[in-house]
């Protein structure tokens, strides 16, 4: 059977657009085992940043700061630009603050092997010369059918230190965190501080949306006045919101 070159041309316009399709149907399908485009086993980043990456219309960032504070435990802070992690003075008491954040990664469909994965956090103004931060991975309690809820502020509108979302309770309060952190970061002057995010998690989130809780992030050793300002994905410099990359391989 001879092709003609109508015909090829006809072929050559329809297989981008089969693959497509064949991508759209997500990574823990066999759709992977078909791939047009490069060749398998290329690496491939994907990134994502609210309003830049991986488009400007991305948006899917969401986070919180928790603090342990009086007065401040059952307050949500959801729509802060940026705020202090580690220890700050509310008159004479010394209190914590965390920060949890959390990004929706299902752009990512064609992801058969993920080889790496961080997560980039914007700090300025340390209080001393160098501070350790840690990563855990977030969990939430079985009673939530969903994640965390951001919230717009102010008091039982969202997580905060006491709750997941204004009204059910943390098991833990602080945010509950599955294990031991993964990953630290040492922070000297303003800076940003990187933590890798084991692959596995990350593809857990690809696969399973619903077990993506994000991250939360504190100090260690919290010290008195201790601390260091995180900008937030609402914060107005684009360059400085959350960011996070995870590099994969697609199938083939």
């Known amino acids: 059977m001879t092709i003609s070159s109508t015909q090829r041309r006809s ?17 823990s399908g066999d759709s992977d085992a078909i791939f047009f485009g490069p060749a398998p086993g290329e690496k491939r980043t994907i990134e994502f940043q609210d309003g830049r990456l991986p488009t400007s219309s991305y948006f899917g960032t969401r986070d919180a700061f928790l603090k342990d504070g009086p007065g401040l435990d059952a307050v949500n802070f959801g729509i802060t630009p940026s705020d202090t992690v580690g220890s700050r003075l509310l008159t004479e008491y010394y209190y914590e603050s965390r920060y949890i954040v959390r990004m929706d990664v299902s752009l990512l469909t064609d992801c058969s092997e993920i080889t790496r994965a961080e997560m980039r ?6 209080s001393a010369d160098s501070l350790v931060f840690e990563a855990y991975e977030a969990a939430v309690p079985q009673v939530i059918p969903g994640t965390w809820v951001e ?38 002057l303003d800076s940003t ?11 857990r989130w690809v696969e399973e949306p619903l077990s993506n809780h994000g991250i939360v992030v504190r100090l260690v050793g919290t010290m008195p006045g201790e601390h260091a300002v995180l900008r937030a ?12 990359l995870i590099e994969y391989i697609p199938g083939g």
């Open 151 to 188: 919230g717009l502020g102010g008091a039982m509108n969202g997580v905060d230190w006491k709750t997941v979302d204004g009204s059910v309770p943390w098991d833990t309060p602080g945010g509950d965190l599955s294990g031991a952190p993964f990953d630290s970061a040492t922070v000297t």
């Open 193 to 203: 501080m990187v933590f890798d995010i084991p692959a596995e998690l990350a593809l």
């Open 11 to 27: 072929i050559g316009m329809i297989a981008p657009l089969f693959a497509t399709i064949l991508l759209a149907a997500g990574c």
């Open 121 to 126: 956090l914007h700090l300025g103004a340390p």
């Open 233 to 244: 994905r609402e914060s107005a410099a684009a360059l400085e919101r959350p960011r996070l």
